[in-house]
């Protein structure tokens, strides 16, 4: 072959190649694109101020997703507030103080594990453990217990990545100062470490948010139009309203607009929560690089 | 006539030429056939001699020759590596710092180290240098100020930073990082520097500055400076030892050891033959 011809099939392979990833990337997109395009245009007739802050009324078939909302809220941040400094906590041990080794792997490994438990064993789970066991009865609590426990493989990872980014010379410096490994840890490596594990938390934040199988078995109700005043109440979930709405409504079709309202408010939600810890992760990272 | 005897002149040699005698200047190290292993190699062998009080002293040697593993284990930070063993002794002072009771904290607050790669902290300049006396405890604000700002007159650059105390310390040159970080590393008051290569990283100019403030540090501390450097090693120190596959092979005043070698191997390293 001349070496004209080389380069002009070396062209046309590549030209291939990148024209069948480029299809991918659209096919990826499109889905998403497409998705969100059915929902918002769904959605849009019914939203308004009222439909967020009304409660729901004539058997769901009228009002608004105030207590399944506010629900929702609850139980991510109750999630968040509880797996996070257990995360963190863990993460910090199995990384910093643990002696490497296989009980570590072996550790890590379980953990890794752990996020590919399908949600309803976590349900099952939550319900025997934290509802009947420690007799939290189904609530917001033991819905939160549950979801912490299956965000945390999220968190644990997340900030154990975070802690292993840290450059080994800031543990190094702290320690030829003379500091002990915790000062060296608490001021050295958790301020840079910090935007990491911010995205840990973020991806525990949006599945729990989202999560529906686990909160039906330990807490979420399927009509019940107050806001919860105690932690060992039950509480209303957008995701759980979505599927009785969707599916379980005896006038699917009549209730069908009010279906896409929640679930466009539902990932609206998602997004605003993703919104807050980027944005808290990307202070940190700025005020690391610049103070 | 008679002729009174003369008396005898008494000169005290030892006094005039009174650095130069090993036996009376002080010792702030002394090693004692250590041997350092990482897992089943092992890195020294059989090490010992003793290092003086304000004096510099240069290790030097071919890569992979156990000169930095030695500097690390003068203040045991070498055990950050897993799985590190050891035998001999290092007596500093009265004690042998692998001794059970030895507090690694006090330890290395009073043999401070400065590293190869400049590496201050994500921090302010001005916190940089306090990190060290804060958390040794010093809380007081004046306090804090006046160890900042004599720390960093020492290395010289408090004229250059004084008007931008509180920015990122990342913001600095890298020599004017590393000076940070000696700076930092005097805020401890320490009384033993260890120093891994510390121009390495840095141009000319830069390693002449450091050069320079080790000349004037070794009034106040100990120094032991890691060096590939064999012009380095010796314009700055009064002692060096040569150190070869985890061996010492030569320790001795920095003139003699570069004007008359006595081992062979120390001969070709230093005539540039090999390393």
């Known amino acids: 072959m001349t070496n004209a011809a080389l380069i002009k099939k070396k062209r046309n392979v590549q030209l291939m190649w990148v024209t069948i990833c480029a299809t991918f990337a659209v096919i990826t997109v499109g889905t998403l694109a497409f998705l969100f395009y059915w929902i918002i245009v769904g959605g849009a007739e019914v939203i308004s101020w009222s439909f967020i802050t009304q409660m729901p009324e004539q058997n769901m078939t009228a009002g608004g997703i105030w207590p399944a909302l506010v629900g929702t809220i609850y139980v991510s941040l109750l999630t968040i507030a509880i797996s996070v400094p257990l ?89 030829a ?30 599945r729990a948010a989202g999560e529906t199988a686990p909160i039906i078995l330990t807490g979420a109700a399927y009509f019940l139009p107050i806001i919860p005043h105690d932690i060992k109440e039950q509480f209303m979930a957008l995701p759980y309203h979505l599927y009785i709405l969707a599916t379980q409504h005896s006038e699917t079709a009549t209730v069908r607009p009010i279906a896409y309202g929640t679930a466009l408010v539902l990932i609206i939600l998602v997004i605003l929560l993703n919104s807050v810890a980027i944005f808290i992760r990307n202070y940190y990272r700025r005020k690391n690089e610049l103070l | 006539m008679a002729i009174k005897e003369a008396e005898p002149i008494q000169i005290d040699v030892r006094e005039q030429f009174q650095p130069y005698f090993e036996g009376d200047v002080k010792k702030v190290f002394q090693v004692e056939e250590l041997s350092l292993w990482y897992g089943s190699n092992q890195a020294l062998k059989d090490i010992s001699f003793d290092i003086k009080e304000k004096q510099v ?22 055990e950050l590596n ?30 401070g180290m400065v590293f190869q790669k400049p590496n201050p902290f994500a921090k302010s300049i001005f916190d940089n240098v306090a990190f060290g006396p804060k958390i040794h ?33 990342l913001s600095l040159s890298g020599g004017q990082q590393q000076r940070l970080c000696i700076a930092r590393c005097l805020a401890v008051e320490p009384e033993v520097i260890l120093m891994d290569e510390p121009t390495s990283a840095l141009d000319p100019i830069s390693s002449a500055k450091i050069e320079h403030l080790i000349e004037e540090l070794k009034e106040l501390y100990s120094i032991v400076v890691v060096t590939h450097n064999m012009q380095q090693a010796a ?10 596959h985890g061996e010492l092979i030569e320790y001795n005043r920095t003139d003699r050891m570069f004007s008359n070698p006595q081992d062979q191997r120390t001969k070709d390293y230093v005539s540039g033959r090999f390393g």
């Open chain 2, 57 to 78: 002293t240069a290790i030097i040697g071919p890569s992979g020759c156990g000169k930095s593993t030695f500097l690390k284990t003068l203040n045991r930070m070498v």
């Open chain 2, 137 to 169: 405890g010093v809380r007081n604000k004046k306090k804090l100020k006046e160890v900042v700002e004599s720390s960093l007159k020492r290395v010289g650059l408090w004229d250059e930073v004084k008007d931008r105390l509180n920015e990122s310390a």
């Open chain 1, 177 to 206: 100062l003379g500091a002990t490994k915790w000062q060296t840890i608490r001021q050295l490596v958790l301020p840079s470490a910090i935007p990491g594990m911010a995205t840990g938390a973020i991806l525990g934040l949006a």
């Open chain 2, 235 to 244: 314009r700055i120190s009064d002692h060096t030892a040569f150190f070869l």
């Open chain 1, 87 to 175: 995360g963190i906590g863990a993460a910090i041990y199995l990384n910093e103080y643990a002696k490497q080794g296989r009980l570590v792997r072996l550790i890590r490994l379980s953990i890794r594990n752990l996020s590919g438990v399908p949600s309803i064993v976590y349900g099952l789970f939550g319900l025997g453990l934290f509802a009947a066991t420690f007799g939290f009865g189904r609530s917001l609590i033991a819905a939160a217990l549950t979801l912490a426990i299956m965000v945390l493989p999220w968190v644990i990872t997340g900030a154990e990545e975070a802690l292993k980014a840290v450059p080994r010379s800031f543990r190094e410096g702290g320690l």
């Open chain 2, 82 to 111: 897993t799985n590190v063993k050891t035998s001999g002794s290092i007596v500093y002072h009265d004690i042998d710092i692998f001794d059970p009771s030895v507090n690694l904290v006090e330890l290395r607050s009073a043999i």
